[in-house]
């Protein structure tokens, strides 16, 4: 059995990576063609395309990538679809590009995958009836995205949440134990190239000023595997911020307070129980956009799962250093605040399903073929 996987972002090549080796350990004569990144080259036995390094988001940089993007489809992933080279297809996020790959192997009569629904419920709910089209499951992550699909008659599973292996293995979040008795602020930046450019001065001037405010303060910037050290060093220069690599759950649980772009971390720290501010800084075009399209009134999944901002959100022109010190004062002169916070935010692990998303959804598509 031949699938071909597409993920184009890094936190979708990580959840392809995973999703491989579960595929493969339920039919290990499973052959995979893939377009992702690092990650999903490491598993993958074709890999055509390094689509993480193109780095590809938000609205403006589709439209400078325009070309190579079509050339991708029509020159590489097309013939494959038309010569039936493989048996599925298994599409990891990454809507503006994957509908297309979506489309034209429907067109094929190939069966189509979606694991990990774009934000479709957040936005642009026309693109509900271009997946029913296309797709033959949808799997998603969230119980909510269940019932929007079944609303819209999409045939869906719910397979929980991924993040759900790592975080069921921690047990319960409890107030961070530093042995040097020092506050620990954690700075995730982002995965993309131009997060880390726009957050990362950001939060090391609020790092500055919190330190010159609190004294006891250390802090900790967490780097992803598919970025280099040069990237983050060009702004670190001699900060004592120490610079983290490979860094898995059990190294956040010891932080006070991070400042975290806007993004998966946000739900992994919320499950992890780490009181957050949430910033985001896009270009304007980007922000524009998105102002007029998004229907839900927060940014972060760990407020949207609960119905309310139990964390701060400071986007764009309000992820200055001024407005984000302000909201970590607040947290970092209450330990009431924060522990309150804490025990909010380890709620959210009730409502993602159990353990075992990869397997489940692994299980699903052989199933189905």
């Known amino acids: 059995m031949k699938l071909l996987i597409s993920a184009g972002d890094y936190s979708a090549d990580l959840h ?3 999703l491989v080796r579960a595929l493969k350990k339920k039919n290990p004569d499973l052959s995979v063609t893939a377009l992702g990144g690092v990650r999903l080259k490491s598993v993958a036995d074709t890999f055509l395309k390094d689509m993480v390094e193109m780095d590809v ?44 790959i979506a489309k034209k192997a429907k067109k094929e009569g190939i069966p189509v995958f979606y694991f990990v629904s774009p934000q479709v419920w957040a936005s642009r709910k026309w693109r509900i009836q271009r997946l029913k089209e296309s797709v033959t499951k949808m799997l998603v992550i969230f119980p909510f995205e269940k019932e929007l699909y079944e ?17 069921a293995t921690l047990g319960e979040a409890t ?46 910037l967490f780097a992803v595997d598919a970025l280099p050290d040069s990237l983050y ?5 001699d900060s004592p911020v120490k610079l983290v690599r490979n860094a898995g759950y059990n190294d956040r649980l010891n932080l006070t ?15 992890l129980g780490i009181p957050m501010i949430v910033i985001y800084q896009a270009s304007w075009l980007t922000y524009l956009v998105a102002r007029m ?14 119905g309310r901002e139990v964390v701060p959100e400071l986007i764009q022109h309000r992820a200055n250093p001024d407005e984000i ?16 916070t804490r025990s909010e935010l380890i709620k959210l692990r009730k409502v993602l399903g159990k353990p075992g998303a990869y397997d489940r959804a692994a299980a699903s598509i052989l199933a189905d073929l």
């Open 16 to 18: 392809g990576e995973s």
């Open 325 to 340: 010190v302000r909201a970590a004062s607040r947290y970092l002169a209450d330990p009431a605040l924060l522990e309150r």
């Open 233 to 237: 060093q060009k702004y670190l220069k």
């Open 293 to 306: 399209l998004i229907q839900v009134p927060y940014v972060s999944m760990a407020n949207i799962l609960s």
């Open 257 to 271: 307070l991070c400042l975290t772009a806007s993004g998966t971390a946000t739900l992994e720290n919320a499950l």
């Open 57 to 100: 988001s938000g609205f403006s940089q589709p439209v400078k990538q325009f070309f190579k993007l079509k050339d991708i489809l029509t020159d590489t992933v097309f013939p494959i679809l038309e010569k039936k080279q493989v048996d599925a297809v298994v599409l990891i996020d990454y809507y503006g590009f994957n509908i297309h």
């Open 175 to 220: 107030a961070p134990k530093n042995p040097n008795g020092k506050i620990r602020l954690g700075l995730m930046p982002g995965s993309r190239v131009r997060e880390i450019s726009r957050h990362v001065p950001i939060m090391l001037r609020c790092f500055e000023d919190l330190q010159k405010k609190f004294g006891n303060l250390e802090a900790v």
């Open 151 to 167: 609303q819209y008659g999409v045939p869906v599973e719910f397979v929980g949440h991924p993040v759900m292996d790592a975080i």
